[in-house]
């Protein structure tokens, strides 16, 4: 029980933490740290597959760059995040967006890639110009895409607030996992892993139910 702790022991656990109202910090810590670096992905995905797309030029020269950024183990950004930003909040939402940004990047910018060319000629055809070809086709037509890519995301984001957690919170169920396997408390452990777990599964599927009314209306 000391190594895998007991059903009983994490319900104990949950009403005592529950109880310090210490709990409930720590979840809405993680969810609102989640949260923010998942729309701070989703916008600066927008932005800079767009330029992206935009200027071919640019593309050839930063797709590589991005490959590898994308290949690269977060968690060695952390400490390198710390040293310039400090232990704080916009450490951990800025690891939580290098986690999924990159990725996101290169799934969308593929996505652009393979629309329909004859979409794009009947725009050109009727006199549209790049900018009417990106507001009629690439994003509408790209929307079920985008939202696929989202669905990945937040769980990656959710990957990199725990582990600048890990790193750099004093609050947070990184935190907790941390803090509770350095002083031998396994029942936070525990019950901080399966909170992640139902976190993680009600935020995907918020973004599945999303996903589903956008089909069901187009």
């Known amino acids: 029980s000391f190594i895998f702790s007991s059903p009983s022991r994490i319900i104990r656990c949950f009403f005592t ?12 810590m993680t969810v609102l740290e989640t949260v923010v ?47 310039w930003l400090g232990g704080n909040y916009k450490t951990i939402i800025l690891t939580g ?17 393979e629309t329909d060319p004859e979409k794009i000629k009947l725009i050109r055809t009727l006199g549209g110009t790049r900018m009417d070809i990106l507001l009629r086709v690439m994003l ?12 990945v995301n937040i769980g990656l984001c959710l990957v990199g607030v725990i582990i600048g957690e890990f790193i750099a919170a004093k609050v947070g169920l990184g935190y907790l996992i941390i803090y ?38 187009h």
């Open 180 to 217: 509770g396997s350095q002083v031998f408390k396994l029942d936070w452990v525990i019950l901080s892993i399966l909170i992640l777990c139902i976190v993680a599964m009600l935020l995907y599927q918020i973004l599945g139910f999303l996903e589903k009314w956008y089909l069901k209306r």
């Open 37 to 83: 670096s998942f729309f701070l992905v989703l916008l600066f995905t927008l932005l800079l597959t767009t330029c992206l797309w935009l200027s071919p030029k640019v593309s050839r020269i930063l797709e590589p760059y991005l490959v590898i950024l994308n290949s690269l183990p977060k968690s060695a950004l952390a400490p390198l995040l710390i040293v």
């Open 97 to 113: 967006m290098s986690v999924a940004v990159f990725g996101s990047i290169l799934s969308l910018y593929t996505a652009f890639a």
């Open 17 to 28: 933490l529950l109880q310090e109202q210490q709990l409930a910090l720590h979840i809405s």
């Open 140 to 151: 509408p037509g790209n929307i079920p895409s985008l939202l696929s890519i989202m669905k």
